[in-house]
């Protein structure tokens, strides 16, 4: 359990130091990474505002928030939910989730709430350590910021 907790910290970790290529490194090869609303999640339908197959769709998305986002100076936090584990499959993959809250301070602004949401995911051992096969962040709101550039 303490392995898992560990992938979850250094997830928000990365997130938090602008850090995507460690990120990317999180995820397995033949990955799933999702960012859907609640409502699309509980209808059970495949709309999704961010959706990457594969590490390497994970990568063209880190390099093109590297390289071409434009956007005010700001610094955004996550807080991530200790992880439950909801199931293990026979297969060893950990089905897990935790909640989260991201905050945003702009330059210049006072912090406010980003999002907050859970994320459904499921975690396999790749390489000598656990890492995110599928990811589903399904925030709370039903209106979402235009400014959505990072991950969750």
Not at 29 to 37: C, G, K, N, Q, V
Not at 122 to 136: C, H, K
Request: charged share 30%.
């Amino acid at each position: 359990m303490s392995e898992l907790v560990e992938l979850y910290a250094e997830y928000g970790d990365c997130l938090d130091e602008g850090d995507l290529e460690r990120w990317v490194d999180l995820f397995t090869e033949d990955a799933s990474y999702r960012l859907t609303s609640r409502e699309n999640h509980d209808l059970g339908l495949p709309l999704a505002l961010v959706r990457c197959e594969g590490r390497a769709g994970l990568r063209d998305r880190a390099m093109a928030i590297g390289r071409t986002a434009v956007f005010r100076p700001r610094r955004m936090r996550h807080l991530i939910g200790a992880p439950r584990v909801v199931a293990g499959a026979d297969d060893d993959t950990i089905a897990s989730r935790a909640t989260f809250a991201v905050f945003e301070t702009i330059e210049g602004e006072e912090t406010r709430v980003f999002l907050t949401g859970r994320s459904f995911d499921r975690v396999v051992r790749e390489g000598g350590r656990l890492r995110f096969r599928e990811r589903v962040c399904v925030f709370d709101a039903s209106l979402v910021p235009g400014s959505i550039v990072y991950p969750l």
